[in-house]
């Protein structure tokens, strides 16, 4: 399977806990987005890489929150000290931003269902 | 602030008839807008887009309408199948960097 990967696709969590979620995403795309969605929203921007450069966070990504991808290939979303509030889906996509190909098309993997009890 | 928007949380059609979702946006430096469509428990699934250079954009039963004085852009699915049921999203960007989305439309489709 050549698409995006997130794992777990499950995590229930204690609130005050921290949390570490993983996205592989297609091997070629140099671009990575994180997103979250909530029930009867669309996805909500977090952040993007480049390549392994982090280029841009919504106001959204509290001090809390905090993104990785080293080497330009996989990418973690690490969210210290849960709250009930960050109970949601975080969606992981990638896209490929040049050469040949290039589009701003975004795959999406399959989603990371977040629970804080 | 929603910048993107689709008023219609629900849309029923009958089977081989045409379905018509609709999508507003308040930003004029949005470029490039993209349809998704999502089943539950799966991730949205890239459907089609239009470039803000353009008006109109199609591929196969899908056409996407863009209205850029009335910040405005539609999709077009003709013939619908029941298979197009799912939920649609429009989302709007600014050159890739950002995407934004709209908070979905579910279409039904009645065989």
């Known amino acids: 399977d050549t698409g995006v990967s997130q794992n777990p696709r499950h995590k229930i969590t204690k609130r005050g806990q921290n949390v570490t979620f993983r996205c592989d995403p297609i091997s070629e795309h140099n671009r990575l987005y994180w997103y979250r969605q909530t029930l009867g929203q669309g996805p909500e921007f977090l952040t993007y890489f480049q390549n392994e450069a982090q280029l841009e966070k919504s106001r959204l990504l509290s001090d809390r929150f905090s993104a990785e991808r080293p080497k330009g290939s996989f990418s973690t979303l690490e969210i210290q000290r849960t709250e009930q509030g960050d109970s949601a889906m975080y969606l992981c996509a990638s896209s490929l931003s040049s050469g040949a190909g290039a589009s701003y098309e975004q795959y999406f993997g399959p989603g990371t269902r977040l629970t804080v009890t | 602030d929603q910048q993107v928007k689709q008023n219609s949380p629900s849309l029923s059609v009958q089977e081989g008839r045409i379905s018509i979702l609709n999508c507003d946006y308040t930003?004029?430096?949005?470029?490039?807008f993209l349809w998704y469509k999502k089943y539950p428990a799966e991730g949205p699934t890239f459907l089609i887009s239009i470039s803000s250079i353009k008006d109109k954009n199609e591929d196969g039963r899908f056409t996407v309408f863009l209205n850029k004085s009335a910040k405005h852009l539609s999709l077009h699915i003709v013939p619908s199948q029941p298979g197009d049921s799912a939920v649609y999203f429009c989302a709007a960007s600014d050159a890739g960097n950002q995407f934004y989305f709209g908070t979905g439309t579910s279409l039904t489709v009645i065989p």
């Open positions: 930003n004029s430096m949005f470029d490039y």
